[in-house]
């Protein structure tokens, strides 16, 4: 057995689901309950948040790269339909990663919309990966 193959993978895994869950998390819990806060407090508990998540996406980010790097360069089978599908996880990734990463700005409007993008491009990653296993 190639314990560092198995390594890899549980650690890309476990990045994936830090950076998917958190969003989700966000999303679905922390955002509505932000909204039950008093007006002056809302913006300050956003903030704090975001604060706290952004070294969070930072090392999951750097992890799933490292990590997926290793994993595409000990795979031993790639074929056509494995490479159209890696291409469109790739461009899914990418844009988790940004939006992961603007989400987490101070003050920004726009943060329920971006954490909906993530959740939405994460769950077709998933998809996505699931269907390597018969490719």
Known sequence: MDYLSVSMLALH????????????????????????LEAGTKAKVDNAIAAAWRPVVIA???????TGVYNLMHRTVQTKQFHMLFGIKMLLALHVFAVSYLAT???????SRQLTGIVISGAAIVIISAAFRWV
């Open 13 to 36: 895994v476990i990045c994936a689901v830090t950076l998917l869950g958190g969003a989700l998390a966000w999303r679905v819990a922390a955002i509505p309950g932000i909204q039950l």
């Open 60 to 66: 999951s980010v750097l992890g799933l790269l490292v």
């Open 105 to 111: 700005r101070p003050n920004n409007a726009r943060r």
